[in-house]
């Protein structure tokens, strides 16, 4: 039989390890990453969506919007093999946009769709407002094409060496 002396050194010991892992994993370890109602619920969050502007104007290009006013037409990832998840994740978590880490997001895309058309990348943040409204901002952040990438010309160059 166990004193009360050690299994309160079990269960201290037990939810040290447990918040030792949730807290060097930002908030995802499981159950919690399961559960976006207990890790996530309420906080902004970003993600990515990716529009052929091949059509827009570069005056209309750059400027952020909500969802509704998005220029261009929509780019479907899983129809060009590209896990939207991942490519969410990607643009999200990626801190400082050396010229390594754009080649690694160009890489998702074929040389040849490069060629043929102009996809912007969009981070999209949503956050709560008052009341039960959601506030959602789509803004421009790296063009790609058969010419390269271009970084948003209106965003400073702090948004592209971290994102925070």
């Known amino acids: 039989m166990w004193s009360k002396a050690r299994a309160s050194r079990v269960l201290g010991l037990s939810l040290a390890v447990y918040v030792l892992l949730v807290a060097t994993n930002e908030g995802e370890f499981w159950p919690a990453s399961i559960y976006p109602m207990f890790s996530i619920a309420g906080r902004p969050w970003t993600r990515a969506l990716v529009r052929d502007v091949e059509a827009v104007p570069d005056s209309a290009r750059w400027r952020a919007t909500d969802l509704d006013g998005l220029p261009g037409r929509p780019v479907v990832l899983p129809e060009i093999g590209i896990d939207p998840i991942d490519f969410a994740n990607f643009l999200s978590k990626t801190r400082v946009w050396d010229p390594d880490r754009v080649g690694g997001?160009?890489?998702?895309?074929?040389?040849?769709?490069?060629?043929?058309?102009?996809?912007?990348?969009y981070k999209v943040r949503g956050r709560l407002a008052a009341g039960d409204s959601v506030v959602v901002e789509?803004?421009?952040?790296?063009?790609?094409?058969?010419?390269?990438?271009?970084?948003?010309?209106?965003?400073?160059?702090?948004?592209?060496?971290?994102?925070?």
């Open 105 to 121: 997001l160009r890489s998702l895309f074929t040389e040849d769709l490069l060629r043929s058309r102009q996809l912007m990348v």
């Open 138 to 164: 789509a803004t421009p952040f790296l063009l790609l094409s058969g010419e390269g990438t271009t970084r948003n010309p209106n965003l400073p160059p702090a948004a592209y060496a971290r994102d925070r």
